[in-house]
């Protein structure tokens, strides 16, 4: 698969908008698991998810 590179900006309160056709491509949902590597953040779809019952 190709790499896609996008530029985005942090707004006032620190939040950062993935794309919606980048976010179905990689089948993102409501939650995203954030992964910190030595090459940089990773995005991904969490394996398990908390639910409050």
């Known amino acids: 698969m190709a790499e896609i590179g996008i530029v985005k900006e942090f707004d006032k309160l620190g939040?950062?908008?993935?794309p919606k056709d980048l976010r179905e491509r990689y089948g993102?949902?409501?939650?995203?698991?954030?992964?910190?590597?030595?090459?940089?953040?990773?995005?991904?779809?969490?394996?398990?998810?908390?639910?409050?019952k």
């Open 15 to 18: 939040r950062l908008v993935i």
């Open 28 to 52: 993102l949902a409501q939650q995203v698991e954030i992964v910190a590597t030595k090459e940089g953040l990773l995005l991904k779809s969490p394996e398990f998810y908390l639910v409050k």
